[in-house]
């Protein structure tokens, strides 16, 4: 059994800075690769970053230059770095962690989300 426990998040005000972590657990051989989602009210689930195994890094245009995501393969673990954030980035971020490979298959995983709440 794989989970994802994700922490961090949180209030902040305009301008300000969280970090957002997510630990993968469980008989995992290796990940493809892991990122964060969110979806804000009444929106549908977005990407905001993802890392592969091998350190490439994709980002939403609406994140570029202020959010960095990051990876530790051997404790299989993603953190995002969010700066400069506004009251758009409030939303429930969701850790993902995609191309999983254990003993029974390959398998994608998502954790329960946290919030992250930017006031104005």
């Known amino acids: 059994q794989v989970q994802l426990v994700e922490s961090g998040g949180g209030l902040v005000q305009t301008g300000g800075s969280l970090r957002v972590s997510c630990a993968a657990s469980g008989r995992i051989f290796s990940i493809g690769a892991m990122g964060w989602y969110r979806q804000a009210p009444g929106k549908q689930r977005e990407l905001v970053a993802t890392?592969?195994?091998?350190?490439?890094?994709n980002y939403a245009n609406a994140v570029k230059g202020r959010f960095t995501i990051s990876k530790d393969n051997a404790k299989n673990t993603v953190i995002l770095h969010m700066n400069s954030l506004i009251p758009e980035d409030t939303a429930v971020y969701y850790c993902?962690?995609?191309?999983?490979?254990?003993?029974?298959?390959?398998?994608?995983?998502w954790g329960q989300g946290t919030q992250v709440t930017v006031s104005s």
């Open positions: 890392i592969t195994s091998d350190g490439r890094t």
């Open positions: 993902n962690a995609d191309r999983v490979i254990t003993s029974t298959g390959i398998y994608e995983y």
